[in-house]
């Protein structure tokens, strides 16, 4: 029994070793989710629903007949439109300690996004990957179709 603790105890040590303190902070929640739509989380897929916590190196995820929209907690706002696949790389937002960040990566389908704090107060730290090239973001609305 003292051993089989002991094992137990050791692999929730390491497996939450391997995420920094940052990593393991929700970061924001899903508002409205419909059709396919999913949170690929260390290995998993969760069916993404409204009130579902996001958290840093989540990837974003919806089908043919999915669409999903978040709120991230400096108030942007990104909504996935179907076949779309977002990964969120970054997300720092400390405004007290001046730790702001954020890089997106979009790798397929139609994505919506509304800049939120991090944009306003630190406009060069926030950063949307896809495929082909690298946006900074100033402070704006945008809408994107990443085409296989």
């Known amino acids: ?24 902070r929700p970061i924001g929640i899903v508002k409205v989710a419909t059709g396919d739509a999913a949170i690929l989380r260390n290995s998993q897929r969760l069916a993404a629903k409204p009130g579902h916590q996001l ?34 790389v970054k997300f720092d937002f400390e405004p007290s300690r001046q730790n702001l960040g954020m890089v997106l990566r979009v790798t397929r389908g139609i994505m919506g996004y509304r800049s939120g704090r991090i944009a306003k107060l630190s406009p060069s ?21 990443i085409m296989p």
């Not at 100033?138 to 994107?144: A, C, E, F, S, V």
Request: charged fraction near 20%; hydrophobic fraction near 45%.
């Open 1 to 24: 029994m003292r051993i089989s603790l002991l094992v137990i105890c050791t692999l929730l040590a390491v497996a939450t070793s391997a995420y920094s303190e940052e990593e393991l």
């Open 55 to 88: 958290y840093q190196k989540d990837i974003l995820s919806t089908g043919p007949a999915g669409k999903m929209s978040v709120i991230l907690r400096d108030d942007t706002i990104i909504a996935l439109g179907s076949s779309s696949e977002l990964h969120i």
């Open 125 to 145: 730290s926030v950063h949307i990957e896809t495929p082909k090239a690298t946006l900074g973001i100033r402070g704006t609305y945008l809408m994107m179709r």
